[in-house]
C-alpha cells in the first residue's frame, strides 16, 4: 500500500502522540527518538514490512528490530496502532508492564529482540538476515539504529560481517541526528564510508520525510548487498529543545509533552494506520515456511581413550549435526582449536548458504549477538572460541539468557592448563562469572561421557543458553563418569572406605575429576572414608532434592577446581582454587606452581582432618 507525504505524516504523528503520552504518563522515557525518528519507523512499517498483527509470530515475516532500544515508546506506538496487541501506553514504564523502557523480546508482540545495550539489535539484525538466506525465504530485515550504535564495537563487527556474506535482505536505517547526550556529535567520522567499505551500498535522505524515507527504502531494496541509509533527522521535532542533547530524554515539563501531544494526535493518521493492518492481516496466508524445532540427542556412545574434551566434543558433534538439521556451527577463526567442524559439515559462504558452518572470523561479541538473531528465528546455533575469550561477548551472553534463547557457547582451553600461551590466555576468573549470570547453564565435563551428556543437557534446554567449557588437554577416561549422573549436576564417580557415611566428599570438574581420584586413592591408603563427586554442573545441582544434595555434600567437603574459589564455599568446608592470574610455561608444571598435585592436596586434607 503506498500513502503520499500527508498521508504519512498523519501516521507518524499519530505513532508521536502516543509515544508521548505513555513517556508523559511515566514522568520518564525519551522524548527525542520518539518525536525525530517517528518519520522514519512509520515509513517502514507503512510502505514496506511484511507483517501480520494477528499472527506475531508468522514465520516468513518481514522483521524490525529497533537497535535503538530507548526509543521504546515509539515502538509500542506503532505497533499498537499497527494492529498488534499491545497494552494501553499507560502502563508504559510502570511496574511490572510488558511495555519496558527498553523492548524486551516476549512481553510484547511485534518486538523481535530484547534490545537496549546498544550495538546488540543491529548485531540481531545480521543473525535474523543470515537465518532468512538460510532458509531461502524471501523476507527482509529493517533496523533502526542510533549513534550510539554504530560507535559500539559489536555493531562495527557485525556490519562486517553482513558485507562480508553480502546480506542483500538486511536494510539499516540510521538515525543520524548529529547529537550526543554529552552534547556533542560523537559519530565523527564518515559512517557512509564506513559502511562502504565493509561491503554495504549507501544511501542519504531526509530522514524526517516519511515518502523521501519510504522511497530511498525502496531503492535500497534492489541492492545486491546489503543496504545502509543515513537518514538526517532533528532530534525532538517539535518540541521547544529540538536538535539539542536536551532533547534526548525527559527534559519537557508536563505541560510542553500535553500541549505537544495534543497537537499531534491526527485521528486521519489513525484511520490511515487501521487501513494499513486490514491489508497485512491477509498476506500471511502466501506462504509460512517453519524451522523444524524437533531436536534429536541421541548418541552411539564410544570409548575413545584418553582424549581432551574439546576433541570429545567434535566427535559428539558430527553425530548431533547429522541428526538436527537447525544446528548451526562456528566460530571466531578458532575452528580447529575448538573442533566445532566436522567432517560432515560444509561452511556457508556468500554465493552459497546451504551449508551449516559460519566463519565469524574474529569478532567474538558480534558472533555471540549473530547467534541470538539465529536462535530467535528457528535455529540452534553454537559458537567456538576460548574460555578467556568469553569476556568479549558477555553482553550478547547476558541477552541469550535474559530471552531464554538456546544458544550453545563452546569455550575451549578451560584452565591454567593452557600453559605456554602464558597469563592473557590462561582463564581464571571466567568460570566463576559466567556461572553468576541468571537462566545460564555451565557444563564442564571430565571426559567423553560427560560430554556427550552436556551436549545433550545443552540442546535438550529450549529456554536457556549453556556453556559447554572443554580442555586443551588430553584427559583419562574415567570408569565412573555416568550420562545421567552428570545430568543431575552432581553424582558420584567413586566412593572409597565408606560404611555409613563418608569422612571426606572431594568435589571436582572437568579436568579436576581425574585429579581429585588421584587424590582419594592416597586418601583411602589412609583409611580415610573419602568419596569423589563430579559436577560438571552447578546449576543443575542446585535444582536436585535436599536429601539428594545432602547426599553428595556428606562429611568435610573440599572443592578442586583450578579457578576462582570463592563461589566455592556455598557447597564446601575448603577449596583448592586459583585467586590470582596464571603464569608462563607448560600446563602441567604451571597446575603443579598452585599446588594441584595429588600427593600436595592429599597432605594438605590429612593435616585439615588433624
Known sequence: MKF????????????????????????????????????????????????????PDWADRDRFVLSAGHGSALLYAVLQLAGYDVIDLS?????????????????????????GPLGQGVANAVGMAL???????????????????????????????????????????????????????????????????????????????????????????????????????????????????AAHGLSLSADELQKLGAELESPAGEKLWAECAKL????????????????????????????????????????????????????????ESTHTRPDNMRDIVPVDFDGNYIRYGVREHAMAAIMNGLALSGFRPYGGTFLVFS??????????????????????????????????HQPVEQLASLRAIPNMNVLRPADYVETAAAWQMALLDTDRPSCIVLSRQTLPALSGT?????????????????????????????????????????LDARKIAVQVVSMPSVEKFRLQSSEYRRKMLAGKVIAIEAGTSAPWYEFADAVMGIDTFGRNGPGNEVLKSFGFDAVRIAGDIIKYLK
Open 391 to 424: 569476556d568479549y561477548m558477555r553482553g550478547a551472553m547476558r541477552l541469550s539468557a535474559l530471552m531464554k534463547q538456546p544458544v550453545v557457547y563452546v569455550l575451549s582451553h578451560d584452565s591454567v592448563a593452557v600453559g605456554e600461551d602464558g597469563p592473557t
Open 4 to 55: 503520499n507525504q500527508t498521508e504519512l505524516r498523519q501516521m507518524a504523528n499519530a505513532a508521536r502522540a502516543r509515544a508521548l503520552y505513555g513517556i508523559r504518563n511515566a514522568n520518564s522515557g525519551h522524548v527525542g527518538i520518539a518525536l525525530g525518528a517517528a518519520d522514519i519507523m512509520t515509513a517502514v512499517f507503512a510502505e514496506h514490512l511484511r507483517f501480520n498483527p494477528k499472527k
Open 131 to 245: 537465518a532468512s538466506k538460510i532458509k531461502k525465504s524471501d523476507a527482509r530485515v529493517y533496523c533502526l539504529c542510533s549513534d550510539g550504535d554504530l560507535m559500539e564495537g559489536v555493531a562495527v563487527e557485525a556490519a562486517a560481517f553482513a558485507g562480508r556474506y553480502k546480506l542483500d535482505n538486511l536494510v539499516l536505517l540510521w538515525d543520524d541526528n548529529c547529537i550526543g547526550i554529552d552534547g556533542v556529535a560523537l559519530t565523527d567520522i564518515d559512517m557512509s564510508a564506513r559502511m562502504a567499505a565493509a561491503g554495504f551500498d549507501t544511501f542519504a535522505v531526509d530522514g524526517n520525510s516519511p515518502k523521501a524515507v519510504a522511497a530511498m527504502v525502496a531503492r535500497a531494496k534492489k541492492s545486491k548487498r546489503p543496504a545502509f541509509i543515513k537518514c538526517r533527522t532533528t532530534i525532538g521535532l517539535f518540541a521547544s529543545n529540538a536538535g539539542t542533547a
Open 482 to 522: 555416568s550420562l545421567d549422573g552428570a545430568k543431575l549436576g552432581a553424582y558420584i564417580v567413586k566412593a572409597y572406605g565408606i560404611r555409613h557415611k563418608a569422612d571426606i566428599t572431594l568435589i571436582a570438574t572437568g579436568s579436576e575429576v581425574s585429579l581429585a581420584l588421584s587424590v582419594a586413592e592416597i
Open 91 to 115: 502502563a508504559f514504564r510502570k511496574f511490572d508492564s510488558p511495555l519496558a523502557g527498553h523492548p524486551e523480546y516476549g512481553a510484547v508482540p511485534g518486538v523481535e529482540t530484547s534490545t
Open 280 to 335: 497485512r492481516i491477509k498476506i500471511s496466508d502466501v506462504k509460512n515456511q517453519k524451522t523444524n524445532q524437533n531436536i534429536n540427542t541421541e548418541l552411539k556412545m564410544e570409548n575413545p581413550g584418553a582424549i581432551s574434551t574439546r576433541e570429545a566434543s567434535g566427535k559428539i558433534l558430527e553425530q548431533l549435526v547429522a541428526a538436527n538439521p537447525t544446528m548451526l556451527g562456528g566460530s571466531a577463526d578458532l575452528t
